[in-house]
Structures are given as C-alpha cells and as structure tokens.
C-alpha cells in the first residue's frame, strides 16, 4: 500500500502538468475560434445600407491593424482618415444615388440646407446600426464556429462571450483614441480631376471646423451631381483669402512633368508656381525649347536655379513672360515676398571645381547675413539644395528647396519650416540609367495655402502621381499647428567660412560656355 500511494504521488506532477497543458490548449483553441468566427462573422453581417441625404451608403466594420475610417467616393477615389487607434477599420462606401432626391437638392438650394440639417442624426443613427449588427454578427459566428468545431454548447458560449469581450474592447479602444481633427488631414488616393473637390478648401479646413457638416453634404452633393452628370465635375472654389501656391521641383526635362503641373494648376487653380530648380538635365543650349512651356501655365512662375541648370538655363527661363527668376534678390510675387538664391554648382560639367556641401552652406550663411538690410522681408526662402537655406532658419517662416527627389518637411526649433519637393518629372527620363531603383520615381508636387493677410502657411497637400496614364492621385492634406507661430532669430551670426569658397555665381558649362542672362528679372 505504502509503495502504490508513493508511485501516485510521484505520478502526480506529471498529470497536473498535463491536466494543465489540456487546460491551457483548449483555452487556447477557444480564443481562436471565437477570432476567427468573429471575423467570418463581421465579414458576412458587418454592414448595412443607410440613407444619408440623397445617397444610399453602405456602412462596413472589419479588423484591421492600422485603425482608420475610409469613406470611398467612387468613381473619383477614397478617403482615409486615421481616426482612432483600435484594430478596426470603419468603412462608408455609395453604392446608389436617388436621383430623384438629388435632382431636387440641384433645383432647390435649400435643400442642402435641410440635408446639412439632417445628415448628422442620418450618420448617428447609421453608425449606432452598424455597431449593434457587427457585435450580434461577431458573437453568432464565434459561438457557430465553436460549435462545428468542439461539438459542445459549453465551448460555444465561452467563444462567443470571447468574441464579445474582444469587440467590445476594441469599440471601447476606439471610442477612447478617437480623434475628431483628423478628418482636417485627408489621404486622398483616385482620379487627379476630381482631387480638390473631395479633399475640400483648406480654408475651411484651419478656420470653419464648425462648418464640417455642410462640407460633408457638400460632398455627398458632388458626388451625387458626379453620378448624374458624369462628364461634369463640381467646380473648385474660389476664396479670396487663401493664396495658392504650387510647389514643383526637378522636372529633369520629362515632358510628362508639364501635363502634372498644368493639371494641378486647373483644378487647384493656383494663384501662382514655384519651382526650386533643376528644371533640365544637362543645361545645354538644346534642352532651353523645353521651358517655353512656362508661358501657357498663365500664372507667375518663380523659378531658382538648380545644380543641373546652367546660367543659359536660367536665360532661358528669364525669357518667358510670365517667369521671376530669383538669383540672390528679393521680389513680391502674388502678394507674396520671396528671396531665393540659384545653386553655386553645375554639376553636368565635372571638369569644374564645384563647391561642397559644407561651402553650399557657407554661401547659404553669407546670403542669410545679407538679408538683414534688405526690404521687405521675406515671407518665403526658396533654393535648389536644402543645404544652402540651412542657415536661413530664424530668418523666415518657410524654406522651399528640393533636390533630393524625395519629399519631406520639418519645423526647426526656430519656428521655421522646411519643404522640401520630390521630383515633379519623376526625376526625368533618364531616372533609371543614373541609378539604384527599379521602381520609378513619383511624381510630386504640394499645393500650399497662405493666409492672403499674414502671408503665413496655414495648411499643404502632398501630391503623389502614378498609375498607367498618371491616372491616379494620392493626396494627404496637412494643417499647420500653430501657423502664426513666433519666428526666434538665429543666437549666433553665421560667420564666414574659414576657407574660400567659390562665388556664388555658378561655373558655366567648359569650353563652350553659354552666355549669362540679364541681370534684370522678367517682369511679374
């Protein structure tokens, strides 16, 4: 007896050990059934359809790790909001028009008025719809799931109840991360025609928070007169307290850029382009008939010269009538002061001893110094390499530059900020043969939206281009925080380099060298 009771006791650790892995795996199989039935479940009854204005919307819910609400406007593209940090992504989608309700809006203006009235307990009542389905649908295809697979109703209401918990944690994550100012910063991806209609005014954006229920059915209504009349797209409005400038940069002779930017003008209608240089790709005298596309844009282009743009280049630009070409000197264009400086380099020409980056920043500190007895002062810098602008920081609220092909911003401690362009020619024609990538490079540009009275960068839109055809858009829309924001002057005056560096005149191409332009700028 004594020796059969120790042989128990030894055998116990091994059972409870067992007994507990049984426990733990059937745990386990439990939590999984009840995420995978939820998910089945949220697929198949995670959405219904509800009116909202004259527009049939269909609401979805589904897992997704990047939390965000989409709202898609088909046929012109989609929308996405990063609204909240929960895995769950909230979907709005139109999938009919009642033609007859939206003939009315279009023949009656009040009714807008009482749709903007009504589409926000039309929203309310749909979402509250939405979420009471999803939980019911996630719960029922737990417990089935558990059922087929365990055969036991026990099993079954511990993975719905599961299923019910995760859900409900989720909305609760939703609720508690949710972050209304992000519908102020739009990812917009679809066709480039209608862009600036579904994106909205920027104006509206930094200063009528309020009013972001009218825009809403503003946006149904677009849309709806999209489906009605396809070939007729909403007009983008005009207000006259915003400037619009476009930014480009490095075009690289890719013919392609010109249809990007003069499509960007029309629907953002821009008051008004700049262009942060390399323009060309080799600065030859061959390559000048590709800037008389200046003129038809039919607004003021101000234009700096980039290290692949020779002084003939800037000739060339200087020519046109609608061009301000800015080498070291202050001009008011549309309202706006700008300061900009052409690249000290020309690097097609590699015979010439070019300066470094450290001499471009020299160049830059010596240019920065110079503004102190200039006026006005600048509203905006704009320069070929970001570099040479480093030591306009506390010198200007904005610094425009490109060069780099890759787009990017940053607020320096100053209060200044720094854009700086991707390639609006997709880095050129040539792209792939200088180097590294397979992948093409973007097409991209920025439209950005001045204050008309403190001439400040209150909010900008990135565009991305690609797709066959340059079809297709992406367009996140940014807000500046604190637009007004307090410019701090630099402690230190930048001093003079401890060598040398060239002048700030760029070398010209050897031997053939191409004569300098005017010194006097095109008129405005």
């Given amino acids: 007896m004594r020796s059969r009771l120790a042989a128990v006791l030894r055998a116990a650790p091994d059972r409870f050990s067992r007994i507990r892995r049984g426990r733990t795996w059937r745990i386990g199989a439990v939590v999984v059934a009840a995420l995978l039935g939820g998910w089945l479940g949220l697929a198949i009854g995670g959405q219904i359809v509800t009116p909202i ?5 269909e609401f979805s819910l589904s897992p997704d790790w990047d939390g965000k609400t ?9 929308l996405e909001f990063d609204t909240h940090s929960a895995p769950l992504s909230f979907r709005a989608a139109i999938s009919e028009i009642r033609l007859s309700a939206a003939q009315e809006m279009f023949q009656n203006p009040d009714a807008i008025n009482r749709m903007a009235e009504s589409i926000g307990d039309q929203l309310r009542n ?3 719809r939405l979420f009471v389905q999803a939980v019911l649908a996630a719960v029922a295809g737990a417990g089935v799931t558990a059922l087929v697979v365990f055969r036991s109703w026990r099993r079954a209401g511990m993975s719905a109840l599961t299923a019910l918990l995760v859900l409900a944690g989720a909305g609760g994550l939703s609720a508690a991360t949710f972050n209304p100012g992000a519908i102020a ?3 917009y991806t679809g066709l480039l025609a209608g862009a600036p209609q579904v994106v909205g005014s920027a104006e509206g954006v930094v200063n009528r928070f309020s009013r972001y229920r009218e825009q809403l059915a503003g946006l149904v209504g677009n849309v709806s007169q999209l489906y009605e009349a396809t070939s007729t797209l909403p007009v983008y409005e005009n207000d006259a307290d915003t400037i619009r400038v476009l930014h480009v940069s490095d075009l690289h002779l890719n013919p392609a850029a010109w249809n990007v930017i003069r499509s960007l ?7 008004l382009i700049v262009d942060s240089g390399d323009i060309s790709d080799r600065g030859s005298a061959a390559e000048d008939i590709f800037v008389n596309d200046i003129e038809s844009l039919e607004v003021p282009y101000v234009w700096v010269r980039g290290d692949r743009d020779s002084m003939g280049t800037q000739r060339a630009v200087a020519a046109q009538d609608n061009a301000v070409v800015l080498d070291d000197e202050v001009r008011e264009v549309g309202g706006i002061v700008f300061y900009g400086a052409g690249d000290p380099r020309f690097a097609p020409d590699q015979t010439l001893d070019n300066p470094t980056a ?5 160049i830059g500190a010596q240019q920065a110094a110079s503004l102190e007895d200039r006026e006005p002062a600048p509203d905006v810098a704009v320069f070929h390499d970001p570099v040479q602008g480093r030591a306009f920081s506390g010198r200007v609220p904005l610094v425009l530059a490109g060069h780099e092909h890759s787009r990017r911003t940053e607020t320096r401690p100053t209060g200044t900020r720094y854009i700086v362009q991707g390639s609006t020619g997709g880095a050129g024609l040539g792209a792939l043969d200088r180097g590294g990538s397979d992948e093409p490079t973007p097409y991209e540009a920025s439209v950005l939206y001045f204050d008309a009275e403190t001439k400040r960068l209150q909010a900008w839109d990135g565009v991305t281009l690609g797709g066959l055809g340059l079809t297709s858009a992406q367009i996140e829309r940014h807000v500046v925080d604190d637009p007004d924001r307090e410019i701090t002057p630099p402690t230190e005056t930048p001093q ?3 060598a040398t560096p060239p ?3 760029p070398a010209t191409p050897t031997p053939t060298a191409r004569p300098a332009p005017s010194p006097t700028a095109s008129p405005q």
Avoid at 53 to 57: F, I, K, R, W
Avoid at 358 to 362: C, D, G, R
């Fill in 53 to 57: 204005g004259p527009a049939d919307v």
């Fill in 70 to 78: 989409v709202v898609d406007v088909s046929p012109l593209g989609k």
């Fill in 126 to 128: 749909g979402v509250i």
């Fill in 185 to 187: 910063e739009p990812r």
């Fill in 265 to 271: 003008r029309e629907q953002f209608q821009v008051d």
């Fill in 358 to 362: 450290e001499e471009v920043a020299a």
């Fill in 496 to 498: 003079p380099p401890t």
């Fill in 503 to 505: 002048a700030s005149t």
